[in-house]
Nanobody, 119 residues
Framework: VQLQAFGGGLVQTGDSLRLSCVIS????????MGWFRQAPGKERALVSS????????YYADSVKGRFTISRDNAKNTVYLQMNSVKPEDAAVYYC?????????????WGQGTQVTVSS
């Protein structure tokens, strides 16, 4: 399985940004997809996740009401729509896959895409 994330960049506070993650390979093994982020000096943390069926989503408290995760199974793509971006959202965002073979282990990681927020 390979994950390719893109869409990061420099935005201003209050702007919107959409991250995309294209999945290639054994997509039949996908249980859920998630976006983690890591800011300098901070631990990597789960921001949002969605089951491949779309039946369940998760949002960290810090992004609830501002971020929306979605997936397009036909395109094997997961999106993270980021609205009302804040300086504290600045981080490297990683697209991550949680497979049926090891649920909860988040076993496949993309290369990360940088989000920079100017105030």
């Amino acid at each position: 399985v390979q994950l390719q994330a893109f869409g990061g960049g420099l935005v201003q506070t209050g702007d919107s940004l959409r991250l995309s993650c294209v999945i290639s390979g054994r997509t039949f093994s996908v249980y859920r997809m998630g976006w983690f982020r890591q800011a300098p000096g901070k631990e990597r943390a789960l921001v949002s996740s969605i089951t491949w069926s779309g039946s369940s989503t998760y949002y960290a408290d810090s992004v609830k009401g501002r971020f929306t995760i979605s997936r397009d199974n036909a395109k094997n793509t997961v999106y993270l729509q980021m609205n009302s971006v804040k300086p504290e959202d600045a981080a490297v965002y990683y697209c991550v896959l949680d497979s049926f073979t090891a649920p909860g282990s988040w076993d496949y990681w993309g290369q990360g895409t940088q989000v920079t927020v100017s105030s």
